[in-house]
């Protein structure tokens, strides 16, 4: 009967890019930006009434390749073009472009298979043995598991139960995408 929604229910349980109205403009978007040679790391609404509304859109080259300032400029132009049209916010805001940056977050299931063996900071949305945070090395996946080295400690983390992740700025980390120019080799 209809159109099936279970695709977009699939893709989101792999990844945890936005939520909310920003996942609305995440829709949006996407199409676009993907056609562009772009994969979107996160999105993110913030302000609104007393405090100016602030839109950022973090992303990366789907190839690993780097972001510098022309990429970013094409980026914002394409989503201004296609923002003016939906107009999904309905009020002014700040559009912000940006790259993950080294200590990127870490929003959907593969990233942490693709940094495995590097630090990370993941916070649970629920306790977990009496604890939310824990810091230690990436080891990959299993399934739909996160699977971390915590002080010796191989700790299992259900990705859907990560309310967010980042990777921890080392020497180590800053050696590896200096020489891969993005992700981990």
């Given at each position: ?41 996160r999105t993110l609404l913030s302000g609104g009434q007393k405090h100016e509304t602030r839109l950022q859109i973090m992303v990366e080259r789907s190839d690993g390749g780097g972001m510098d300032v022309d990429a970013c400029a094409e980026v914002s132009r394409a989503v201004e073009a296609i923002l003016d049209v939906e107009d ?98």
């Amino acid at each position: 009967m209809g159109s099936n929604p279970q695709p977009e229910t699939e893709t989101r349980t792999w990844r945890k890019t936005s939520s909310g109205p920003a996942a609305r403009i995440e829709t949006l978007i996407e199409p676009t930006l993907t056609g562009m040679g772009y994969r979107i790391v996160r999105t993110l609404l913030s302000g609104g009434q007393k405090h100016e509304t602030r839109l950022q859109i973090m992303v990366e080259r789907s190839d690993g390749g780097g972001m510098d300032v022309d990429a970013c400029a094409e980026v914002s132009r394409a989503v201004e073009a296609i923002l003016d049209v939906e107009d999904p916010i309905g009020s002014q805001y700040n559009l912000e472009i940006s790259s993950p940056g080294i200590d990127r977050p870490l929003t959907r299931l593969d990233d942490f298979e693709v940094w495995a063996g590097f630090d990370a900071r993941v916070e649970m949305a629920e306790p977990r043995a009496g604890r939310r945070r824990f810091k230690g090395k990436l080891l990959g996946v299993t399934a739909s598991d996160v699977r971390m080295d915590v002080d010796g400690t191989e700790w299992q983390l259900p990705f859907d139960d990560i309310e967010k992740a980042k990777l921890v700025l080392t020497d180590e980390l800053i050696a590896a995408t200096q020489t891969s120019g993005g992700a981990a080799s």
